[in-house]
């Protein structure tokens, strides 16, 4: 029997437009595909790279725990390791992005002595840094999923900018075919972010565009209307800096830089010295 391997790639956001050459070998190149995606036209490009299909969905189950679903996924990628075959699977997105299973199934992989790897991909953040217009070494960037920022007591910088992923599915860890309950947990997010910015901050809420023909999502609201504002399980929040930052005087002598130089850089970097300049480049224009 021949020595199985695994290859896990994305397909990055945008339907099939953002498959990498190197996925698209290991796609080409399996035994086996094991598919997880999202809309019809990156299905109908998998379908024509590899005959050998079979969906992860199938997998989820209405109320079911993702935890139990994820533990399932990989059970059935290793069990058809374990009859040699050549395994790719292919997840939306980025395949190392909120995707434990990928994970749990290189290390299990691995952990038998067999060849397994990851392919990087476009993921949400990608997009959004993109939409956006925004440049995470401008201030910072901190990301975190919505629950666990909330579950965990996070600390950040407010000083730096914040993306929050998954926010309209905030506290539910079942999968919900026919949409998610998540006012309870928005407004106890709502309530951390006034504390630490005010209500009257305002926020972006981003979702990424399927298709090329359609724009992305990006709604400017303050952190006081977000309570009311309509999500989906693929809303990202971004959190423009609520403080600006000042260079350390001591770290400057150290450094041997002075002052007025880091002050230039910071405006020729940034492009955005304040939040409503921020918001005002990143938000798109009327019609978008």
């Not at 953040?125 to 925004?134: M, P, T, W, Y």
Request: proline share 6%.
């Amino acid at each position: 029997m021949k020595r199985p391997t695994l290859n896990v790639v994305g397909t990055g956001i945008q339907a099939a437009g953002q498959v990498t050459i190197e996925a698209r070998s290991a796609i080409e190149s399996a035994d086996r595909v094991f598919f997880l995606v999202t809309d019809p036209l990156t299905l109908e490009y998998l379908e024509r790279c590899n005959s050998n299909l079979e969906s992860l969905h199938t997998s989820y189950a209405s109320g079911r725990p993702r935890m139990d679903s994820y533990l399932e996924m990989v059970g059935r990628i290793i069990g058809t390791m374990e009859r040699g075959e050549s395994v790719c699977v292919a997840l939306y997105g980025h395949p190392g992005v909120f995707a434990f299973p990928a994970h749990e199934a290189i290390r299990q992989a691995r952990a038998r002595g067999w060849y397994a790897r990851m392919c990087p991909a476009v993921s949400a953040e990608d997009c959004l840094f993109a939409d956006l217009g925004v440049d995470p070494a401008w201030t910072g960037c901190q990301s975190f999923e919505a629950t666990d920022f909330l579950l965990f007591n996070r600390r950040w910088d407010i000083r730096s900018a914040l993306v929050l992923w998954q926010i309209g599915v905030i506290g539910d860890t079942s999968f919900q075919g026919g949409g998610y309950a998540y006012k309870a947990g928005l407004q106890l997010l709502v309530g951390r972010l006034a504390e630490h910015y005010g209500p009257e901050h305002r926020v972006i809420v981003y979702e990424a565009a399927h298709y090329p023909i359609y724009p992305h999502r990006a709604d400017t609201v303050s952190v006081a209307e977000l309570a009311d504002t309509a999500l989906t399980p693929e809303s990202t929040l971004f959190v423009p800096p609520g403080a600006s930052s000042v260079p350390d005087p001591a770290m400057l002598d150290l450094l041997g830089i002075a002052d007025a130089a880091i002050h230039r850089v910071r405006v020729q970097l940034l492009g955005a010295r304040t939040t409503d300049d921020l918001l005002a480049h990143v938000a798109p224009p009327v019609g978008d």
